[in-house]
């Protein structure tokens, strides 16, 4: 009966090393670099535990603004949030909004600022079946670089993109 107990007991640890190895690859493999769907790109975000970043983002929408964000997040927080242009043009604008409407015209806090919140926009976008969708990530660390939705092709203006760049981590 103990050989008969411990055959028993060797078949139970062989199964066990054979499963933490299996699951082991299984998490190797979602953090794959270069990631085709929502689901590997979040993985690989969160596999790449970036907390502390800086990043460019512009919103295209029927808005106001379509100057771009310049964001840092630190220890998942938004810390700063600046209107950047990139002309004399851009400038101009960016006066002439502020004199009529005050700072509160760029409205950021109607849009998804850091990733996680952009990650967390997309999967609620994408739950409401838009009428078309693009979205791209970036092949390092698998944050949305491109995410385009139009939620009903009958309806004009309700358009949304956001379009991130310039990242890098801190």
């Not at 409205?107 to 997309?122: A, M, N, Q, R, T």
């Not at 309806?155 to 379009?163: L, P, Q």
């Amino acid at each position: 009966m103990p050989f008969f107990k411990s055959l028993f007991l060797l078949l139970c640890l062989t199964f066990l090393f054979a499963a933490c190895s299996e699951v082991e690859d299984a998490v190797n493999q979602t953090c794959a670099s270069n990631p085709s769907t929502l689901i590997e790109a979040e993985t690989l975000w969160a596999c790449q535990a970036v907390s502390s970043y800086e990043m460019d983002l512009t919103v295209s929408c029927n808005c106001m603004n379509y100057l771009p964000y310049h964001i840092v997040v630190g220890n998942n927080e938004v810390i700063s949030i600046e209107v950047t242009y990139t002309s004399d043009e851009d400038q101009r604008y960016i006066e002439e909004m502020e004199a009529a409407y005050g700072e509160s015209f760029w409205g950021y806090e109607y849009y998804s600022l850091s990733i996680d919140d952009l990650f967390e926009e997309i999967n609620n976008r994408m739950s409401q079946n838009p009428a078309s969708a693009v979205i791209e990530y970036d092949k390092t660390y698998g944050f949305p670089t491109i995410a385009s939705f139009d939620m009903d092709v009958m309806i004009a203006d309700e358009e949304i993109g956001y379009y991130l760049s310039d990242f890098a981590p801190l």
